[in-house]
């Protein structure tokens, strides 16, 4: 290829790049329209909302950015001149495809605003969410909700392999790939039957012993166990392992050994006396609960109001 050969490609090609630069922008478009179809550049004016001024200003811009002169200005109203007419066809068909993209993107939006999936580690699927779905569905009623409930593990593997649209977890920190807000805060427990030993004991629980003693603990990758082995710097090997909140309780509540709950969770049952709570001293037990969702994907649509919803 000679260099003039090569000159004349590059500057095809900034010529084609250019494009955004040698044609009117829709607004420009649609005013010509309206100039074509009323025969007045204030009643064109008029029917898209701005001021005469700036309607004329726009057409002379768009007058400059082609080169040729649109618009005949008199006493007696606006006439489109020859060059006009012609690219007034042009505008046409650019405003009908801009109009069919339009109707195309809010099918798109329609499709996505008409489902939500939801994934949230136990606890807060079980004690915090139902309030905020009937809140969302308040406001959505169109929405269909599902919802996925799991350990703060699975919630993150859901989120990146695209099976949800938001979650909810409860662990220490956030997992890899994900973006996060704090929602709440929460504060873990020691509770037991009231029959226990520990519920009768009149001096605070030592970390030390809450640590070497064998709980009933939720299963490996639950934020309430991630929280409790960092907190305590390490776990006995569990009484017993079980995979959900309310299964944990029910051992509890049974006799079957102490454990480590959110507060969220144990309420109705330490008022009702099937519960006791242990106080422990030399060690946090606090937590943040927070959203998540895939980083560089910020919430949108249903998933958004959600959001919004648990910030209330």
Known sequence: MSNADERAGQGAAGAAGSLAHRVPDLGGLE??????????????????????????????????????ALVDRSPRGSRLTDAGALVTDWARRIVEAAEAFDVGAQALRDRRDSRLRVAASMTI???????????????????????HAGNSAAVAERLLSDEADLGFVEGLSVPA????????????????????????????????????TPLILREKGSGTRQVLDAA??????????????????????SGAGPAVLSELAVGEEL?????????????????????????????TGPARDLLSLTRG
Request: hydrophobic fraction near 50%; aromatic fraction near 2%.
């Open 232 to 253: 305590l710097g390490g776990l006995a090997r569990p009484l017993i392992e079980l995979s959900s909140t309310t299964a944990v309780k029910a051992a509890v509540v």
């Open 31 to 68: 005013l010509l329209l309206a100039v074509a179809r009323l025969g007045s550049l204030g009643g064109a004016a008029r029917e898209l909302g701005i001021t005469q001024p700036a309607a004329s200003s726009r057409i002379r811009s768009m007058e400059r950015q082609l080169g040729v």
């Open 271 to 299: 008022a009702m006396r099937r519960l006791v709570s242990v106080p422990v001293e030399g060690v946090a037990l606090a937590r943040d609960l927070r959203a998540v969702w895939p980083t560089g994907h910020r919430p």
């Open 177 to 212: 790939g994900l973006d996060s807000a704090v929602i709440a805060h929460d504060r873990l427990i020691v509770v037991t039957a009231p029959g226990h030993a520990w519920a009768r004991r009149r001096r605070s629980l030592a970390a030390e012993e809450l640590a070497s």
């Open 125 to 147: 699927a079980e004690y915090l969410l139902p309030g905020w779905l009937l809140a969302l569905r308040a406001q959505r009623p169109d929405t269909a909700v599902s919802l």
